[in-house]
């Protein structure tokens, strides 16, 4: 067997140059040493299979249409084996990439590694970033319930609200006066054909300008304290990956045990008692929305499209602002403190709309 083992990796030795390969994938020097504040790409990308694979189960028995979106759902979850696991797991999963995507975005901005030379790096960032944000909003209209139906309504009508291409973006998305199966194809496509292949070209682009740069390693230490603790990608920071990956992925499996998917009624155009609301990750927004300041048109645009557009261009343009080479973040105030503002204000914004929900209910 082993000999057998050893011809066939002979013949794919001859023909792609294995050696070359492991060597390029597995040696990469990681300068200062191996770190577990590395692990978030690779969980990201490690989810994103999950979340593929168990798309993939998924559509064996979805039906994207208005009259069979809710049936086939309930078919998965209650008649399916294991169906409402495989559904709970992608539901999970897709909250699990949100907090990853923003450890991620933490960590690269706090290290300063979207410094020259790695503004590139960044920039795809934050396009993938868009694309992790775009999945949520696009998979939760599929399962066609009260839920699903109201939070995209209310969601397309926030979009409506943007000037030039506002009109524009929420009739193509709608693709009709009123959510409907034009609206299910359009969200459904997006999901799993437009996103993935997205994140694909977009992910494979953000590693090889990564490699290219190579990584920005830590923001403290001599060049010689660095060059002394330099170590290989394989084994120490290929083990740390796993665990973290290991450590997501039973953290996911618990979630979807203990709270798995439960659908409300199917979708209809009457909201009745149900008061719409986005998931978790866009309740913040939702939250912004509610104050004073961002009522009436003017108000809603500018909560909902003008601010976050200017905090998106900001983030693209900060490499470009922030020519200084220091990275050590303790000499940052100013990244430092608006670091911190961003996050609490994210985490008030996001306890305050719960607790307005429960005081809704
Ligand atoms: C689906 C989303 C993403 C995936 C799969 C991904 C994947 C990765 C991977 C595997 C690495 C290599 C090492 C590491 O983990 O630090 C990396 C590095 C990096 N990523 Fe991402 N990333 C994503 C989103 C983002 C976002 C949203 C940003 C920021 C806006 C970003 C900025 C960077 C930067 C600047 C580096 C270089 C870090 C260094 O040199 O230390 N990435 N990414």
């Not at 694309?131 to 209209?141: D, E, K, P, Q, S």
């Not at 194809?185 to 993935?196: G, K, T």
């Not at 009522?295 to 470009?320: C, K, N």
Request: with cysteine; proline share 6%; glycine share 8%.
């Amino acid at each position: 067997m082993n000999a057998l083992l050893q011809k066939v990796y002979d013949f794919v030795d001859e023909r792609i140059d294995l050696k070359t390969l492991e060597a390029k994938m597995m040696k990469e020097p990681i300068k200062g040493g191996s770190r577990w504040a590395y692990v978030f790409g690779s969980v990201l990308l490690f989810i994103f299979i999950m979340q593929a694979v168990t798309g993939v189960l998924l559509m064996f028995y979805y039906i994207p249409s208005a009259d069979h979106a809710y049936a086939s759902t309930q078919f998965i979850i209650h008649e399916v084996d294991y169906g409402w696991f495989i559904l709970s797991y992608h539901f999970w999963g897709s909250s699990a990439m949100v907090v990853m995507v923003f450890a991620h975005m933490s960590q690269v901005f706090l290290w300063g590694a979207y410094k020259t030379p790695r503004e590139m790096i960044w920039l795809v960032g934050l396009a993938l970033f868009g694309i992790v944000m775009a999945f949520g909003f696009t998979g939760y209209l599929l399962p066609w319930d009260q839920r699903a139906y109201w939070a995209t309504t209310v969601g397309v009508e926030i979009m409506d609200k943007t000037p030039v291409v506002g009109d524009f973006l929420a009739r193509f998305l709608k693709g009709g006066p009123t959510p409907g199966q034009m609206t299910l194809s359009r969200f459904f496509v997006i999901h799993v054909m437009v996103l993935p292949g997205a994140l694909m070209g977009l992910a494979g682009l953000h590693l090889f300008l990564f490699r290219s740069a190579g990584p920005a390693g830590p923001f403290r230490g001599t060049p010689e304290e660095l060059k002394a603790k330099t170590d290989f990608f394989f084994p120490r920071q290929v083990w740390k990956d796993i665990v973290a990956m290991a450590a997501v992925f039973l953290t996911i499996c618990s979630l979807a045990l203990i709270e798995p998917v439960v659908l409300l009624e199917e979708a209809k155009p009457d909201p009745g008692d149900y008061h719409p609301e986005p998931e978790w990750y866009f309740l913040f927004l939702f939250q912004l929305l509610r104050w004073k300041i961002f009522a009436g048109e003017f108000g809603q645009f500018l909560g909902a499209t003008a601010i976050p557009a200017a905090f998106m261009l900001l983030l693209a343009a900060l490499p470009f602002i922030d020519r200084s080479p220091e990275r050590n973040i303790f000499k940052r105030p100013i990244a430092l403190l608006s670091w911190t503002v961003v996050m609490i204000g994210i985490l008030v914004l996001t306890v305050s709309a719960i607790i307005n929900r429960e005081f809704l209910d």
